[in-house]
């Protein structure tokens, strides 16, 4: 017999039968609980595995619809090589335009040159002709 305090705190004795019984209802009961515990992670692993799944799955599903909203990879390039094309338009069109203002520039530079030729002090004189100047001519 083995002295035992019980659970309201008074001395009694159990027998090493008794003992052993509880002992080994004791480690049934950890040993069910480690089973328990196993299969709960084998559990959670599998709640894992499938929360992952479902998680790739949905960024498979994003990534689709991102591509069919863009048009995917191909009309992606086909746009860059839109943007390109817009990019050598625009310079095309700087140019002609670069080239047209500069043309606009000789132009007007000419006709300037022509307004100076006509009104030089010498071609006024020879255009009232004989040499005379404006003072004589109002004599």
Known sequence: MINNVSESGEDTYVTSSALRRRTQSRAEMMEEERREDRAGQEDRGGEAMRRDRRREETRKAKRI???TRWGGEETRREQKRGREEIR???KAAEKTRK????????ERRKQK???D???RP??????????RSKKEDLK
């Open 65 to 67: 619809d991102k591509e």
């Open 88 to 90: 050598r338009t625009d």
């Open 99 to 106: 080239d047209k203002w500069t043309s606009d520039q000789e």
């Open 113 to 115: 040159e022509m307004r």
């Open 117 to 119: 030729e006509i009104w």
């Open 122 to 131: 010498e071609r006024r004189l020879e255009r009232r002709g004989e040499g």
